[in-house]
């Protein structure tokens, strides 16, 4: 398996908190993602990074921002958290973006 | 990226090949077919990929019929560890792939193996 750890596993948090994501990869890989996945709407790309301090957005990246200041370690950061932003999320990595990604365990994220 | 259609669910016995189906007959000449799966609660694991040529690997086949507008994936000997969602994907490959990063994933084929 890919060396792929989120951390934290499950958080419980209140609205209008900051929460920060991390994923953290011992392959590495160039290139990392953060998904979200929500009934009914299967994985949505929020960001990806495709190199040290270098990002861009998905499809849903409104209330989120990463970093990417070491290669092993993308951050995600929802600033003010909102209820709408309870979800699983996914870390995914792969060695290039023509590459298969590789993903982690998921972040389950609930915010009250 | 093409659209591809599974059947929401399928059985299969224990032991047995796992025969799983998808379309996407509206593939270009430059999108592969990946598919991955999801067991329940874990990240989607990926399991092969190809273009228009037969793969193989450790964990399953890739059969793309001639016209490339359907794919089935086969997993050999199936066990109950293989109970999961599996993804049918079609995705466009550039050099760099730069700006086109993402998996678009569908709602999959629950499949479930029965002892």
């Known amino acids: 398996d890919a060396g792929i750890t989120q951390s934290p596993r499950h958080k419980v948090t209140e609205t209008g908190t900051p929460v920060t994501l991390r994923c953290h990869q011992t392959?590495?890989?160039?290139?990392m993602y953060w998904y979200r996945q929500d009934p009914g709407h299967g994985l949505r790309l929020i960001h990806y990074?495709?190199?040290?301090?270098?990002?861009d957005k998905g499809e849903v990246s409104d209330g989120y921002s990463v970093s990417r200041s070491k290669t092993e370690d993308f951050l995600l950061t929802l600033e003010s958290a909102t209820s709408s932003q309870t979800s699983v999320y996914f870390c995914?990595?792969?060695?290039?973006?023509?590459?298969?990604?590789?993903f982690g365990d998921g972040t389950r994220l609930s915010i009250l | 990226d093409a659209k591809t259609t599974q059947p929401p669910s399928m059985d299969c016995a224990e032991g047995r090949a796992a025969n799983l189906p998808c379309n996407h007959s509206?593939?270009?000449?430059?999108?592969?077919v990946y598919w991955y799966r999801q067991i329940h609660s874990q990240g989607p694991q990926y399991i092969i990929h190809?273009?228009?040529n037969n793969e193989t690997n450790e964990m399953a086949s890739l059969i793309i019929t001639e016209d490339r507008k359907s794919s089935t994936l086969i997993l050999p000997h199936a066990t109950l560890r293989d109970t999961a969602v599996y993804y049918c994907?079609?995705?466009?490959?550039?050099?760099?792939?730069?700006?086109?990063?993402?998996?678009?994933f569908g709602t999959g084929t629950r499949l479930t193996i029965i002892p």
């Open positions: 990074s495709y190199g040290v301090k270098d990002t």
């Open positions: 509206t593939i270009s000449g430059n999108e592969y």
């Open positions: 392959e590495n890989h160039r290139y």
């Open positions: 190809g273009l228009k």
């Open positions: 995914a990595i792969s060695a290039a973006g023509n590459q298969p990604q590789h």
């Open positions: 994907i079609v995705r466009v490959l550039k050099v760099s792939n730069f700006g086109n990063e993402k998996l678009t």
